[in-house]
């Protein structure tokens, strides 16, 4: 049974209780000095994904100086785990594999207003956040998810995004199972030069960072680390998951399929002529990935982070020691000090990082 149903489980729309029939300022205060709106996108025929314009009060008129697009952490539980903790009457369900966007509004807070611009003499921040729930979370289409509608969904987001500000930049930040969502999208999409700017595809050429926090590599990694001892048939069950959300995997694939036409090592040669890679790639070789670990993540173990990096590394510019050491290749590794999986936005650390992220991007 659990077999059968572990979407069900997995993917937990229906929590906490009463998710799905929330409203925006009757059942979630919104912070002081944002300007939130329902935003509604057509992801398939018969699904609609309903989401979050967030912006800060004074800037509503303005074009943004730069549109994050915030994939929500819906962090896949392992059935056996969740029952696990049934069993023991404790409601365990971390916020990132429930909840709804409503509940993020204090983080995107953080993001668009930190705490060094809350003056009220200080001009309003340009920065936008969208964030929108999948299907079957909050007001979005009832379908049961899958690995591959999460990705068709949040691509018809970073569209929809695209229309609205054809001219911003585009900053997609993941956590947890969102970074997940981030990284296998986009090692799936090939660039598509040539195109009009209000084309379905416009957003690839928009996009200038990604973010990735508390990424783990995949659910079956998830499971081995849930559950180490070997003896334990638990251990074993993640090669039956059917949503693997493999970011280290589609990294491989990214590169196999693209078959970049780079020297070895990462220099600057030329592409062949016709050739198209896959945004991720264009995206790592240009050094545009924030990933951020919390020190003391109690879900997603720290080292996981530190294996995506090293695998975008290792997969697009070869040997680690040849750019300058760990971390700082392809991307910008930080540990945020003392934050756990759900509380790096609360630190001082995280929101420079982020802020100063938002601004290099913007800038480029």
């Given at each position: 049974?659990?077999?059968?149903?572990?979407?069900?489980?997995?993917?937990?729309?229906?929590?906490?209780?009463?998710?799905?029939?929330?409203?925006?300022?009757?059942?979630?205060?919104?912070?002081?000095?944002?300007?939130?709106?329902?935003?509604?996108?057509?992801?398939?025929?018969?699904?609609?994904?309903?989401?979050?314009?967030?912006?800060?009060?004074?800037?509503?008129?303005?074009?943004?100086?730069?549109?994050?697009?915030?994939?929500?952490?819906?962090?896949?539980?392992?059935?056996?785990?969740?029952?696990?903790?049934?069993?023991?009457n404790q409601f365990y369900a971390f916020e990132g594999n429930a909840g709804n966007p409503l509940?993020?509004?204090?983080?995107?807070?953080?993001?668009?207003?930190?705490?060094?611009?809350?003056?009220?003499?200080?001009?309003?921040?340009?920065?936008?956040?969208?964030?929108?729930?999948?299907?079957?979370?909050?007001?979005?289409?009832?379908?049961?998810?899958?690995?591959?509608?999460?990705?068709?969904?949040?691509?018809?987001?970073?569209?929809?995004?695209?229309?609205?500000?054809?001219?911003?930049?585009?900053?997609?930040?993941?956590?947890?199972?969102?970074?997940?969502?981030?990284?296998?999208?986009?090692?799936?999409?090939?660039?598509?030069?040539?195109?009009?700017?209000?084309?379905?595809?416009?957003?690839?050429?928009?996009?200038?960072?990604?973010?990735?926090?508390?990424?783990?590599?995949?659910?079956?990694?998830?499971?081995?680390?849930?559950?180490?001892?070997?003896?334990?048939?638990?251990?074993?069950?993640?090669?039956?998951?059917?949503?693997?959300?493999?970011?280290?995997?589609?990294?491989?694939?990214?590169?196999?399929?693209?078959?970049?036409?780079?020297?070895?090592?990462?220099?600057?040669?030329?592409?062949?002529?016709?050739?198209?890679?896959?945004?991720?790639?264009?995206?790592?070789?240009?050094?545009?990935?924030?990933?951020?670990?919390?020190?003391?993540?109690?879900?997603?173990?720290?080292?996981?982070?530190?294996?995506?990096?090293?695998?975008?590394?290792?997969?697009?510019?070869?040997?680690?020691?040849?750019?300058?050491?760990?971390?700082?290749?392809?991307?910008?590794?930080?540990?945020?000090?003392?934050?756990?999986?759900?509380?790096?936005?609360?630190?001082?650390?995280?929101?420079?990082?982020?802020?100063?992220?938002?601004?290099?991007?913007?800038?480029?």
């Amino acid at each position: 049974m659990l077999f059968i149903f572990q979407r069900k489980v997995i993917y937990m729309g229906y929590a906490p209780p009463g998710a799905r029939n929330e409203q925006l300022g009757r059942d979630t205060p919104v912070p002081k000095r944002l300007h939130c709106e329902e935003i509604q996108v057509r992801s398939e025929k018969n699904v609609i994904v309903h989401g979050l314009l967030v912006r800060q009060k004074g800037a509503e008129t303005q074009l943004p100086s730069a549109v994050i697009v915030y994939f929500q952490g819906i962090l896949p539980t392992p059935p056996f785990r969740f029952f696990k903790f049934a069993i023991l009457n404790q409601f365990y369900a971390f916020e990132g594999n429930a909840g709804n966007p409503l509940h993020r509004l204090p983080v995107f807070a953080s993001l668009i207003c930190p705490s060094n611009q809350l003056s009220t003499s200080s001009p309003p921040s340009s920065t936008a956040v969208i964030a929108v729930a999948p299907r079957s979370y909050w007001k979005s289409t009832n379908r049961m998810p899958t690995q591959q509608s999460l990705i068709r969904d949040y691509t018809a987001v970073l569209s929809h995004t695209h229309k609205l500000f054809p001219t911003s930049p585009i900053i997609i930040y993941g956590h947890s199972l969102g970074a997940a969502i981030a990284t296998c999208l986009l090692s799936s999409t090939t660039l598509t030069p040539g195109h009009h700017s209000l084309d379905d595809d416009g957003w690839k050429q928009n996009l200038k960072g990604v973010v990735l926090e508390n990424p783990f590599t995949s659910v079956p990694d998830m499971v081995k680390a849930l559950y180490p001892q070997k003896w334990l048939p638990y251990h074993y069950m993640g090669r039956f998951v059917w949503d693997k959300w493999d970011a280290v995997g589609s990294l491989r694939q990214d590169y196999t399929a693209a078959t970049p036409k780079y020297p070895a090592g990462g220099g600057n040669g030329e592409k062949e002529a016709g050739y198209r890679g896959t945004v991720m790639e264009s995206i790592i070789r240009d050094r545009r990935v924030l990933v951020l670990v919390s020190e003391k993540d109690e879900v997603v173990p720290p080292e996981m982070g530190h294996q995506l990096s090293a695998a975008m590394a290792t997969r697009y510019f070869g040997s680690l020691g040849r750019e300058g050491g760990h971390g700082e290749v392809g991307c910008r590794t930080v540990i945020i000090k003392d934050a756990l999986h759900e509380n790096a936005w609360t630190q001082r650390q995280w929101i420079d990082e982020l802020t100063g992220f938002v601004e290099r991007m913007r800038l480029q």
